[in-house]
């Protein structure tokens, strides 16, 4: 047996007794020290809004994608791995918020860590060298770009320092909260824009009259916020003619669009499809990145609670934006 962080329904999480994982013939199976809280996923399959819910098995369900741990097992027809392995993960979607999981490495991407790699950074690893080095690396960005984050909170946080790192000469944080909004300029960005306190058409002449323009945009709000949820159209406006704007979130909300606007400037929208095979590649990159110190992404932890907390630390994750970016779970 083992203690696990459940969904039982939307709104009731229980941290109880589960069977612990059997680790099949292709799979590892981990001890997991540490877990991340997804700030927008975790919160959606918490609250029962998610559109992934029936992918992921339902509820009951153990919650949580982002996980760092110790391999304990090794199936027989696995290659490359052993007992004692430090290891992280994208994508494994359940089961973080566990002291066990499995993980198969031929369908998805296990890396091992570095010594020099904490399992508090291997937990928020699955964001930061897969969710973000897939979103730079599939957008066409090229080095000495002028580039666009709306919304910094992890997601856009995280390209932002991986675009950077791949050469952007220039980087541009949107967002609601100053609080983020600083945390961004602290690790790289160019200039920062409140978008509460600007208009659309304010943000983009003082981003053309400062930098020129923009070569791509990353939408990584997770929710549009902004009263008049017109988030993409504020992409539209500031990126370039036959710019790209880089589509990030898997969120349920619907957002307005003025499509003649995009058609006009010949905006390109573009998603994030990169196969398994490359996103081992950029995860791996990501992980030497933060062991030598290039991508400090510790400093995006603000918050530890322990496996018995996750429910609280859901919350602070999702209600306190002024003060809160990465949460993370103390899973043993």
């Given amino acids: 047996m083992m203690r696990a962080a459940v969904i039982e329904k939307p709104y009731t999480l229980v941290v109880k007794e589960v069977e612990k994982p059997t680790c099949g013939d292709d799979e590892v199976l981990i001890k997991v020290h540490r877990a991340a809280i997804c700030n927008l996923s975790d919160w959606e399959v918490y609250t029962g809004t998610s559109s992934i819910i ?16 110790e391999i304990v097992e090794v199936g027989k027809d696995v290659t490359g791995f052993a007992e004692g392995d430090r290891v992280t993960a994208y994508w494994r979607a359940t089961g ?133 949820q017109r988030g993409l159209d504020l992409a539209i406006r500031i990126v370039k003619p036959g710019g790209d704007v880089r589509l990030f979130t898997f969120a349920p909300m619907r957002h307005p669009l003025s499509i003649g606007d995009a058609l006009m400037k010949g905006v390109n929208f573009v998603g994030r499809k990169v196969t398994t095979e490359k996103t081992r590649d950029l995860l791996d990159l990501a992980h030497r990145w933060v062991a030598e110190g290039r991508y400090p992404i510790d400093e995006l932890i603000t918050h530890h609670v322990a496996l018995e907390d996750a429910e609280e630390g859901l919350r602070i994750a999702h209600e306190r934006p002024e003060e809160a970016i990465k949460v993370v779970v103390e899973v043993c």
Avoid: C
């Fill in 54 to 69: 029936d992918y992921i098995g339902g509820y009951p369900h153990i919650l949580g994608h982002e996980q760092s741990g």
């Fill in 96 to 228: 973080a918020f566990g002291e066990y999981n499995t993980l198969n490495p031929s369908k998805i991407a296990v890396i091992k860590l570095d010594d020099r790699v904490s399992y508090d950074e291997g937990a928020i690893m699955e964001m930061a060298g897969g969710g973000a080095m897939r979103n730079v690396y599939g957008s066409g960005m090229r080095a000495t770009d002028t580039i666009a984050t709306i919304g910094v909170g992890p997601a856009g946080l995280l390209t932002g320092m991986v675009a950077r790192l791949f050469g952007a000469k220039i980087w541009i944080a949107l967002d609601l909260v100053d609080f983020r909004l600083q945390k961004a300029l602290d690790l790289g960005a160019s200039a920062a824009f409140n978008v509460l306190e600007m208009g659309h058409d304010e943000i983009a002449q003082a981003i053309h009259e400062q930098f020129g323009e923009v070569d791509v945009v990353f939408e990584t709000m997770g929710v549009d916020l902004s009263p008049d």
